[in-house]
């Protein structure tokens, strides 16, 4: 849709045909297109603008590692940071308010409208979306903020091709994993990643949370695995020490990616050990709106 260039240069976006005026502190000059998108009973205005990239670090040296999940939405580990996790409860929180809201008010409209939506029904969906959309804005500015700070060069995030959206792990589990977007988190990650010049890489995850990092095990499916989870977020190596069960499964995936690339050894392996054995995972609850 066509903008009016003398409103951009006053710090405002118009629509031309439209008394639709929107703040911006965008340079005017970056601004490529707007889009008007019709939305679960409203209008969502998007802004393109032009920016430019910063080379990615080749150096892969200086590496944090994702683990993705509901409780935990992530838990970072490093060879150079101390470890962190991302809380998400109020994720699963969000979702159970909505979702008992919506049973009641679809109840309702069927019993008296005959229908399954209503203006009510969308205002619901639009506001968990929002508080979802802006609780994962701000974990993923947290991390790659920390990231920068930390100087780290390269992220894995843990991932499979159609992962935690269609599995069937019981009926309160399947809602919980479906209703988190976690391929959007990763977007969002990937893209302020690539601002501030990290690069980012994909890890199949498969095995890494049942194989023991402590005890070097290799990350494929064993007759006996050397640890094991002993309660809820802890994992127990061979040795007896323990870790938590998350940070395990993000090490695990810090490992697999290496060795793919090639660039897995024992010093690396030692950094690893020496960040994540001693130091206290630093749990960070995100601000809400």
Same mark, same amino acid.
Request: overall charge positive; glycine content about 10%; hydrophobic content about 25%.
């Given at each position: 849709m066509a903008i009016s260039k003398r409103s951009l240069q006053k710090g405002l976006i118009h629509l031309f045909r439209t008394d639709l005026y929107i703040p911006t502190k965008i340079d005017p000059s970056k601004v490529q297109f707007v889009r008007i998108v019709p939305k679960n009973g409203v209008i969502v205005v998007k802004v393109g603008y032009r920016e430019t990239l910063p080379d990615l670090k080749q150096d892969c040296r200086r590496i944090a590692a994702l683990d993705l999940g509901v409780n935990n939405l992530a838990v970072c580990s490093?060879?150079?940071?101390d470890p962190l996790v991302i809380d998400g409860k109020y994720l699963k929180s969000v979702n159970q308010r909505s979702n008992k809201a919506l049973a009641a008010s679809r109840s309702y409209?069927?019993? %008296?409208?005959?229908?399954? $939506?209503?203006?009510?029904? %969308?205002?619901?969906?639009?506001? @968990? $979306? $929002?508080?979802?959309?802006d609780y994962l804005h701000k974990a993923s500015r947290y991390l790659v903020n920390q990231f920068v700070f930390n100087q780290i060069d390269t992220v894995i995030i843990?991932? $499979?091709?159609?992962?935690?959206q269609d599995t069937n792990i019981g009926k309160r589990n399947n809602q919980n994993f479906c209703q988190i977007p976690f391929n959007v988190f990763i977007r969002m990650l990937e893209y302020k990643c690539r601002m501030a010049g990290i690069q980012v890489i994909l890890c199949e995850?498969?095995?890494t949370s049942k194989c023991s990092f402590l005890d070097d095990e290799e990350c494929r499916k064993?007759?006996?695995?050397?640890?094991?989870?002993?309660? @809820?977020?802890?994992y127990k190596s061979q040795n007896g020490k323990l870790i938590n069960a998350d940070q395990n499964?993000?090490?695990?995936?810090?490992k697999k990616a290496l060795l793919t690339l090639g660039q897995w050894? @024992?010093?690396?392996?030692q950094q690893c050990l020496d960040r994540n054995e001693k130091a206290a995972l630093i749990r960070y609850n995100v601000p809400r709106s």
């Open positions: 490093s060879n150079v940071m409209e069927e019993k %008296q409208h005959g229908r399954k $939506n209503s203006p009510k029904i %969308q205002a619901i969906f639009l506001r @968990r $979306n $929002n508080r979802i959309s843990g991932h $499979n091709p159609g992962w935690k995850e498969s095995y064993q007759q006996t695995y050397k640890g094991k989870r002993i309660h @809820r977020g802890l499964g993000s090490l695990n995936i810090l050894n @024992r010093l690396m392996y």
